[in-house]
Every structure is written in C-alpha cells, then in structure tokens.
C-alpha cells in the first residue's frame, strides 16, 4: 500500500501522468478496496465485490481532470480485466488493462470479444501484466523459461495480437520484472497497440474518386510561390504528401490481413473443424473411460478432418490451374521458377563479424546485427582521397539542356511502375501515375527550386533499407552475403528519374563514357560485350599471338562510391556545375532504416556511398569507374570492358608471359587499377577475381613421346598480390573457357533448361493443371530465353545438307533438344515413345537446331544495324568479309544471315521522347456517349478491316454530326499487313482529308483501336512502328498549321451503336474488298503508297540467301517509305531496318 500511495505521490506522477493501470493492486482485507488521492478516480472490474467473483487484479486510476463525459467504462465480466473508452481529439480509444493469470488463457478470449465489438480499431492500447514467456519479447538469455508449456500459454495471446494487427510498444529485450528469488531479469509485461503502417488496396481504388479529392485538397493548399529556401522547399514537400495522403484515405480500400486468411479454407472445413472440437472436449472429459465409443468418433472424426484439409488445398490448386487466364499464368510460372525453400520465413541467423584487433565477433541481437550489416552496406568514407593520375584530360563543363519542363515529369512519371513497393512515406507510384495531371503543376517548381538552388527535401532524404540474400550464398552468417534494396520516396525518385535522363542525354551527345562502358547504356547489352571480348581473343589467335583476361569485380560498389570523388569525376567529364551540386545535396545527410525479418532498426546515418536502386545509381556509378575502364592502352595491346561494377582486362601477346606482364603493368602502374582502387575507396572481391589464359595451342608432353598437351599455364603475379589461373570462368552469366569451346557452358545451359522443363510437369499434368496453350507460352517465355541467353556468342549455326553430315553445333543441339522434349510432353501429356520430332510438330515448336538458328539470326539482325556510334559497329562491318582462322562468333552469325551489314540502315537508339501523360481510357459505355456527344464541330470516325480478302482502311468525314465525305484505301493481302497497320493508316488518311478540308474549327477523330491512338498521341512514347512515327509526325505538322484549332484522337468504343464508327466499319470492309476511291483520296496522301508486296512476290525479289529453312517475313510499311518497289532489282538497302520480324518454315 505504501508503495502505490509514494507512487501517486511523485512529482512525475502528478505532472505527466493522467491514467495509471495496476495490476494486483492493493485491496484493503477488510474492505477489498484499493488505496487512492482525490485527484484520482479509481475504476474496478464489473465483477468486483460480487460474491464467487474472485480477487480483482486489475484497476484504472483515471485523473479527475479528465471529464467523465470523454470516458465510459467498458463492461469485461472478469476480475482480471478493466476497460474504458477514451475519447480524444482524434476519436475514441479503447484501453483495456489485463491481468493473465499464470496458469490459464480465461481473460483472453473476453478481451477478444471486447475489442471486436470495438468498432474504432485502429485505436486500441492492450496492456498489462501478461505473465507469459516467449522469445519474442524475452531476452535470448532466458531460453530456459521457453518451454514446451510455456510457449503453449503464450500461442492465444499471440494469436489475439496477430488477429486484430497489434504490435509489440516496448522493445524486445527490455525486463519489466527483477525474480526477488533468483534476481533474474524477466519480462512478463507488455502493450500493444495497432500496427502503425496501414496496409492498402492499391488495385481496388476509386482513381476518380481520388481525383476528385486530390483537386479538392490541392486547392486548399496556401497560394504557390516561388522556392527561394529549404525551409519553403520542405514546407511544400509535407503539404503535398499530406493532400496525397487525404486523398488517398477517401478513395483506397484498407487491407484487412489476419494470420487466419488460407485460400483454400472452405465453409465445409469450418463445420468440421467445430465438430471435431467439441468430440475432442468430450472425449478430454471423459479420458479415464477408454472404453467409450466417444474416443474412437473422435480419432476417426480427426483423421477425416485431416484428410478434408489435405483434399482442399490439392482442389484448390487444381482450381487455380485450370482457371489460369493469360495474365495469371506469370504467377505459375515464378512458383516454378524460383528456388526451392522450406516454405518458412527466412530470417537472418547470428552473423560473425571481424573486429579492428582482427577477433571474431557475433552479433545475435537485432541491433548488432543492424550495426553489422550497416558497416558492410556502407562503409565508412575514406579520411581522405589521394589524387587519381588519369591520363585522360579533364574536359570543360559543357551547356546544360533547357529548363525541366512537365512534359520531363509526365515522362519520368510515365516509365514508373504503379504498385512497385513504396518508400517511407508510403505512396507508391501509382497515386502519381493516375494523379499526373493535378500533381505535375505543383511538382514542377519543386523540382525546378532543387536543381536551381542546390538544396533537397528533408524527407526525401530517409529511405527504408530492405535485405535481401543474395541467392546460391554458401554461408549466410557474414554479412556480405546480403544485398541492401534501399526503398526511396517515390516523388524522389521521379525527380531523380528527369536528371538522369538529362545526364544521359549530354553523356551521348558529349561521350563522357569510354567506348567499351556496355552496363546501363542505350542500345547496349551483357553479349556485346561478350562479343567484344571473344572477338579479341579470337583475332590474336589469328594472329599467331595469345590473349589472357583479369576478370575482376568490385566488392560493394554502389555502398563503396565516395560522393566527393564522384564529384571529382563528373567535373573532369565535363559535367555541368549545378548536377554536381545537387549530387552532393541530394547525397548529404542521409538516413536509413534496416528491415529485416519482423525487424525495422531506427534510423541509422548514412556517410558514404550511393543509393542503389535510385534511377540515378546507374550513371553514377558508370562515371565513378569510367577512369579505371581508361586504364589500358589499346595500341599497347590491352583491352578492357566494364558492365557495370564487372570490369575485365584482356591482353595478348607471344607468350603467357608477355600477356602476363602486360596485365601485372594495368594493375600496378600509375594511374592503374591500384591507384584507381585507394583513390576511389574501392576493393575488388577476392572470390571473383580469376584469370585465364586463352590458348588452343598445345605442346609436347614430357616423357610422353609424339603425344602433345595443352600449353603449361602459371598463376598471374604483381608485387604481393597473386591470383589463381583457371580453366573456365563465369564472365556476364556465360562460363568462358580457356579454349572457347563452349562445351562446359552448353552443359550448364543443359542443367538450368532441364531444371525449369522438369518443374513444368507440376503444372501441366494430363488430369489436371494448365492448358497446352499457356504451358507452352511458359516454355517459349521463360525456359527458352533462359537456355538460349547468349547463343550468338557459343553456339554455331547449323547448316544442313543432304549429301553430307551438316555443319555447326550440331552435338549442343542435340543435347539441349532434351529440354525441349521434356517440356513438350508435359504441354501435350504424350507418352514417352512419341518421337521427337512429333511432339515438335503437335506443340508449334521449332525443332532445336532451328530455334537456336533462329536466336542466332535475331541477334545478327540486331547488330547488323546498330549505329556506328555502337562500341561494335566497326567489328561488325570487318566480320562480314569472312576469315579463314579462328572464325568470331561475328562471322557465323552475319555467314547465317547472309547480308552485308553496310548495306543495311542503322536503327538509332531510341530516345525518350517529351510526351503527354499516360492517357486512361474511359469504360466504354462511357466512351461512346462521350463520343455521340462531342462538341467538336468537324468529326472523322476511322477503322481498319483485316480479313481474307485484304486489309483496308477508310475514314468518314463529318461536320455537325452528318457525313459530308469518305475515303479508304487497299492495303494489300493480310499476310503482309496486320490490323495496326490499318488502324494507323485510317488515321494518317484523317489527317490528310482534314488538311485537304481547310478545316476552321475544332476536329476530333474518332479510331476504335486504344493501341492506335496510343502510339499516335504520343501516349507510351515507345513507337517502333515506323507509320506511328510518320503519322505522328503529320499530326504534329496539322496542329502548327492550325494553331488556333484543338485536334484530338479519341479512343471510340466499336460496334457499340455509334454512327460514324459503324460508317467507319463499312467502309474499312468495302476498301480490304478492293473498293477504289479514286479521287476521294487526298493527293498528298496517294503518292507515298507502295505497291502491295505479297510474301511470294517478295520472296522472289530477294536474293537466294534469303531461301533456306528460315525465311524472312518483312512488314513494309505503306507511309514514310520513299523506296516504291517498283523494279524486280530490289536490294536489301531498301528494305533497312523493316525486317522487323522473323517466321520460321520447317
């Protein structure tokens, strides 16, 4: 008593505290009261001084400052449970102050029902003295209190946590209870309160409600002005995310999780599970008596029960399977896909670190390990960074693009991915996607004030850190088997997004990077650089010479990036002052948030390094290693390659010793990859640095007469450093080896091939599973890019012949022919006899000597027209005149092709382009009333019709909703042209009948393909369709020449009732019939129309290189073409880059 009343007494007691929950308080023997002040009123369980009630072990003083009218006692009938509701300036709360007595689980199902008829829940503190033990909360020092009884005890306490979202308040490890007999610390007290991050439906929302009070909140917002200061700057930031999350909370459903959701629990399951609890309480009563019928109706009822659970999960799965749309079949395929697991949850184990006195030291709690794996994440910078002696010059800042305008922010914003996971502030992309038109105004100055000012928002600069394993890691005690995925706010990230799409462009135009810098680059990929460096070795072999590479990579990259030596980088390129500035702003004062198992580490400082998984991560780390890939001389007889934070050196020379010395001479000279190393704070993996020594030579075998072995190879050496030479390597996911044979890597194809085909069976069973159509779009989607990855770099095509044995890598497509067989019978279900070339056939699959052809010719096309800015171009217009020796994977692919490529047209890497934001299509009820009541007072409707006799497009011409004209044209057979095709040209025929028209007022035109108005608009800003781009190009042209006049694409729904559109559709018909228009078709229009090629007539003006097994189907566009066909001497250099697809005849 004395104790409660000192405590009532204190002076921290009376001036911060207003609500105080005992448990096993003083009561009076006599009176079974408790000891109180006046200023406290005190609040007793229902059951309190009723007869057979109990001792009461829980009670509230409550301050009488607090108004009885904000507090209402809740009715628990239990001695050991005491609530009330509070009411707050944010709504009620539900307190409720437990006491769980040791030996039994009674108040926990009262609670239980308390809080569900709660209806506030996302205010609701549980608290009190719970007497259970569990590592959850318990220090890992008290395992001897985590009995089998004791964890029993703990399971409904947990369960009633998990059921309604609590968390665990009071950090794990904190004793709440000193033993006065053992003086052990303990911690039997707890509270829990809801979990503080809410959980949304993102995929359900009401976009058009969030809209709406998206605008309704941005109005609200205080009159916009100019960013002049950080403290406006993070003013700004806050309201927006503020409105965001307002409207957000008005138009997105919350997730309702509880650990009880299984998808395959069915209503029936529920009825059994009942009976079979209530036959095993009776037969719990009646324990003594064996002899009763109850025991044996319940074993009999539980084995049922059992096997009831075990049917409706295997049903459910069958359900699953055979409901699969096309969309869904993804799914399936990563359950296949990715690797075997328990199933459990991994979690991090007690990871082994090294002290600076070189000890071996654990970390087993949560916040070592956080620490831990922090100081491997990101280490600590460099005290200071010495000089880097470049032997390339420093350049000039060069001028900067013009000013971030929306248009870059609707791109960045576009290229998101909506429901990607968010960042600390919760918001994930997709409330900027469907929110871009109101938010893009109030992002711009924002955005404009950073660059500007060199100044970044406070709140960006958190970020949440999630680990991640990295996969196949033998040991994942040490922390370097961890990768960090930093979370980043998403509006930071847009932001980031519009700079590094300026700095790419500048580095294009400027070539900040060396030539053979692949990773991250336009129009650049892993077997280019592949390529790049078989060519060299093949080509000293041709040479009479032999080549070694140092395959090198860097330990911790992105983490290990100084900011102030990547400043000194970009200001040496050239780089303009105000990114530098902003980079080292944006890169300052950093935070994070460690996230790992059911742990979240507060915020822990970041000092050093680069946030990977930023857009800009990329081009940083391109210019902070851009000085090592400079590093070797190419008339020294030294080649390097980068991807990314893989860097190989390659050397050749007479002998390995030469090539050996030269490579020792990279890493040790100055301004070598050393230097580069201590002035970049910088370490390469030990584990995977290898060298190999490229050579198909060999030389006599001692004490083995006329018998030769390969070349003697010994281990490359500089200074102290040794690395080990081996046979084979893996070099960008293909295993090289010393001779280039490929066999080993075909044999790893094999393996991961008949991996993936052996777990397809699973799927697509004869009885049950998947069907045939979606088992092979798996097969073709995911198993044949995988074993095909890189075939134009190791595989030979192969020629066959009648009248002798073929030629190629006949032997490789043989044993990968086992994957493909595999795989076919699970889609078809045939039996293990079919032949194989049957199952080919039945499955639409190429045979595989074809399907690696074809991979093969894919990758030829490709590099046959890639630009001559291109790291290869040069090596490919060499590799088309042939060689006799040491032949590269060049001359195989381009001999398969059968074209020179300088006669073929360079595709330029695409460039983004400035477009509008991402349209969404209205349903199409809505659609089409908006399209019969257009205001617009001139009208086109246009279709395209593909059928058997042709494809044609027409448009109809409307002014005041009656038809006034029409037009269309024949496109030709439907072998040549696909529906798009039509589609884009009834647009472009619009566009030259309104031009025609001298139009004066507002036009709308009206096409029923969303793909078509899409590329035209320019919506996706991704058209590879060479008439989108050629009828964009005429929109652009209409709208400058009529610059007083809004002209619109709209998407109208067909065959919805819609006149102009049914109009449209006739005429579309009677135009693939043949239907001609004569004069109707505008005369700027009519010249630029080819004649209609069918395949045949095609396939006759090739060249007889073009008649083989695989034969080239081009789809020539009829627009934007200036080449007209009209003599049987077609050559290549007409048809260019049009060659865009590819069909296989076998």
Known sequence: MDAQLDMLHGDEIRRTVNIIALQEPYL??????????PSWRVIYPPTHGKDGAGRTRSILFIRKTISTNDWAQVAIPSPDVTAIRLRTATGWILLVNAYIPCDNNAPISLIDRAIENFRERESIILLGDFNR?????????????????????????????????????????????????????????????????????????????????????????????????????????????????????????????????????TPDLTKTRRKVRKLAKRSYKLREFQDLKIHSQF??????????????????????????????????????????????????????????????????????????????????????????????????????????????????????????????????????????????????????ASLRLGIYPAAWRKSRTVVLRKPGKPDYSVPKAYRPIALLNVVSKILSACVATRLNILADKYQWFPDHHFGGRAGCNTTDAIHTAVKAIKDAWARGQVASGLFLDVKGAFPH????????????????????????????????????????????????????????????????????????????????????????????GKTFEETHEALADIMSRQGGALEWLVSHNSTFELDKTACIDFSQGREPAPGRASQTQPLTRRDLAWGDHRVKTVAQHVFLGVLLDQELRWTSHSFRALARGVAWASQLGRLARANHGI????????????????????????????????????????????????????????????????????????????????????????????????????????????????????????????????????????QQARKPLITTPERIFPAKQEAGDLAASDPARFQIFVDGAHSEDGVGAAAVFF??????????????????????????????????????????????????????VKLVDPTKGTPSHALAART????????????????????????????????????????????????????????NLPIPLDPDHLQGLQPDTWRRELVFVCFIPFCGFKSKFKDSGCQLEQIGYLATALEARY
């Open 133 to 265: 033990h569990h590592p959850r909360w318990d220090e890992e020092r008290n395992a001897h209190l985590f009995t089998n009884a004791n964890l029993d005890l703990a399971e409904p306490l947990l369960n009633l946590v998990g059921r309604h979202g609590l968390e665990m308040t009071l950090a794990k490890d904190l004793p709440t209870l000193q033993s006065t007999a053992s003086k052990n610390y303990t911690r039997p007290d707890n509270v829990f309160i809801p979990a503080r991050i809410q959980r949304w439906d993102w995929h359900k929302a009401d976009w058009e409600k969030y809209n709406e009070a998206l605008e309704l909140g941005l109005a609200d917002l205080p009159r916009r002005r100019v960013v002049r200061d950080q403290t406006v700057l993070n003013a700004r930031v806050v309201d927006l995310e503020r409105v965001i999350w307002a409207a957000v909370e008005a138009s997105v459903p919350a997730v309702v999780v509880t650990p009880y959701s299984k998808r395959w629990w």
């Open 1032 to 1087: 964009r190009t005429e929109l652009r042209k209409l709208r400058r020449d009529k610059p007083g006049l809004e002209i619109r694409v709209v998407w109208c729904p067909g065959h919805s009732g819609v006149r102009g559109n049914e109009l449209a559709d006739e005429e579309a018909k009677a135009a693939a019939r043949g239907k001609d228009y004569g004069e109707a078709v505008p005369g700027s229009y009519r010249k």
């Open 561 to 652: 990036a100084d900011p102030r030596r990547l400043a000194r980088n970009m200001q040496d390129m050239g780089v303009p002052g105000g990114y530098i500035n902003w980079m080292l702003t944006k890169l300052d004062g950093r935070v994070t948030s460690l996230a790992f198992d059911d742990y979240v580490s507060p915020e822990l400082p970041i000092l050093n390094g680069i946030d990977q998984g930023c857009p800009l991560s990329v081009f940083f780390y391109l210019t902070y290693n851009s000085p090592l890939i400079r590093v070797p001389k190419p008339r020294a007889n030294e080649l390097s390659i980068g991807y990314i934070d893989d860097v190989t050196f390659i050397a050749w």
């Open 299 to 448: 074993r009999a009822e539980r084995n049922q029960y059992t096997q009831d659970i075990r049917a409706a999960k295997r049903a459910h799965w069958e359900s699953f399977l055979a409901e699969l749309t096309g969309d869904q079949v993804w799914t399936a395929g990563n359950y296949i896909t990715e690797e075997p697991t328990d199933g459990g949850t991994a979690h991090v184990p007690d990871l082994r670190t090294i002290s600076d006195d070189g000890s071996e030291q654990i970390a087993a709690s949560n916040e070592d390990k956080s620490r831990a794996l922090l100081n491997a994440f990101f280490p600590p910078p460099a005290p200071e960074l010495p000089e880097f002696h470049s032997a390339v010059p420093a350049s000039p800042a060069v001028s900067d693009l013009k000013l971030l305008s929306s248009a870059d922010i609707h791109l960045a914003i576009q290229h998101l991915r909506p429901f990607k996971a968010p960042g600390p502030d919760g918001l994930p992309a997709c409330v900027y996607k469907y929110g871009a038109d109101l938010l893009v105004p109030h992002l711009l100055p924002v955005f404009r």
């Open 959 to 1012: 002014r005041r909703s009656r038809p006034l004209s029409s037009a269309g044209l024949t496109l030709g057979c439907s072998c040549c042209y696909t529906i798009l095709d039509a589609e884009l040209a009834a647009i472009s025929l619009a566009i030259h009948m309104a031009r025609d028209a001298r139009i004066w007022d507002n036009l709308t035109i009206f096409s029923d393909s969303q793909q078509a």
């Open 771 to 906: 069907s045939p159509g979606l088992a092979r779009k798996l097969y073709v989607s995911i198993a044949i890019p995988r074993f095909t990855y890189a075939a134009d770099v190791w595989f030979k095509p192969v020629t066959l012949r009648a009248d002798t044995k073929g030629s190629g890598s006949i032997g490789m497509a043989h044993r990968l022919a086992r994957v493909q067989r595999t795989a076919a019978l699970s889609i078809l279900g045939g039996l293990r006899s079919t032949p194989t070339t049957s199952l080919d056939a039945h499955a639409r699959l190429l045979p595989m000597h074809l399907l690696l052809n074809r991979a093969c010719e894919r990758a030829a096309l490709r590099l046959a027209s890639v630009p001559v800015s291109h790291p290869l171009y040069t090596a490919v217009i060499k590799s088309a005149c042939g060689q006799k020796a040491h032949r590269t994977p060049l001359h195989e692919i381009l001999a398969l092709l059968g074209i020179n490529p300088a006669l073929i047209s360079a």
């Open 28 to 37: 009076d023997p006599k009176t079974s009261l408790t000891r109180a002040l």
